[in-house]
């Protein structure tokens, strides 16, 4: 994907997140809240870090993989990639 095209605003990032959880523990995107724990889906520790290194490739952002823990639902965790984003284009 183009960086022209790359999801940048937090409920465009929410729907990648949420595609790409839902690939990881096996079910459809249309199961994922973005209000609920990745963890009650079976995001184990595994999955998070490879989630996180999809963002990083996707991306081009570094992240930590405790930014999943720290931001625990795609809500509260596309908004922090938002963030993230934004400042990294200033």
């Known amino acids: 994907m183009e960086a022209a ?9 929410g729907d990648w997140l949420t595609r790409t ?3 990881y523990v096996r079910c459809d995107p249309a199961e994922i ?3 609920v724990p990745l963890s009650d889906y079976g995001l184990d520790s595994i999955s998070a870090t490879t989630v996180c290194a999809d963002i990083e490739d996707h991306f ?3 992240v930590e993989v405790t930014l999943i823990w720290d931001h625990p ?3 509260k965790l596309s908004q922090a ?8 284009v200033r």
Do not use: K
């Open 5 to 13: 095209q790359t999801p940048r605003t937090a409920a465009e990032l």
């Open 21 to 23: 959880v839902a690939d």
């Open 33 to 35: 809240d973005p209000d």
């Open 60 to 62: 081009g952002l570094p």
């Open 73 to 75: 639902t795609i809500g």
């Open 81 to 88: 990639l938002a963030e993230e984003l934004e400042t990294a």
